[in-house]
């Protein structure tokens, strides 16, 4: 396969990486939350574990990142963006990290994101 035949549009279920970075996050009321900074894959299984949402700052400068548990996002095709049932006072909660302290992602974060959003930790 040449290197310009790979699909990085989306088709009926499936979408590119370069496609989910950068997509707007709305709450339920159609808040804008932020965007997809980038998601993180687990190795072995290959399924999306986080998807992370830069949040706050100007223009990305002092933004801080709030890793989400995949399941909580829905993708909203009116809106053009994905959707996750909580407000700011919830995110603004939330664990997070700053672009220069990037967590271990390891078993024991993962449990403590995934408690924060009321999900369970499935690895």
């Given at each position: 396969?040449?290197?310009?035949?790979?699909?990085?549009?989306?088709?009926?279920r499936?979408?590119?990486?370069?496609?989910?970075?950068g997509t707007?996050?709305?709450?339920a009321?159609r808040?804008?939350?932020?965007?997809?900074?980038n998601?993180?894959?687990?190795?072995?299984?290959?399924?999306?574990e986080?998807?992370?949402?830069?949040?706050?700052?100007?223009?990305?400068?002092?933004?801080?990142?709030?890793?989400?548990?995949?399941?909580v996002?829905t993708?909203d095709t009116?809106?053009?963006?994905y959707?996750v049932?909580l407000?700011?006072?919830?995110?603004?909660?939330?664990?997070?990290?700053a672009?220069?302290?990037?967590?271990?992602?390891?078993?024991?974060?993962?449990?403590?994101?995934y408690?924060h959003y009321?999900?369970?930790y499935?690895?």
């Amino acid at each position: 396969m040449a290197q310009t035949d790979i699909a990085t549009d989306e088709t009926n279920r499936l979408i590119a990486s370069n496609k989910v970075e950068g997509t707007t996050v709305y709450n339920a009321q159609r808040e804008k939350l932020g965007s997809i900074y980038n998601f993180m894959v687990e190795k072995r299984s290959g399924k999306v574990e986080y998807a992370v949402l830069q949040f706050g700052g100007l223009f990305g400068l002092g933004s801080d990142y709030y890793p989400l548990p995949w399941d909580v996002l829905t993708y909203d095709t009116d809106q053009g963006g994905y959707v996750v049932n909580l407000d700011k006072s919830v995110l603004e909660q939330a664990p997070r990290y700053a672009g220069d302290s990037e967590p271990a992602f390891d078993r024991n974060y993962g449990r403590e994101v995934y408690g924060h959003y009321g999900v369970d930790y499935p690895y």
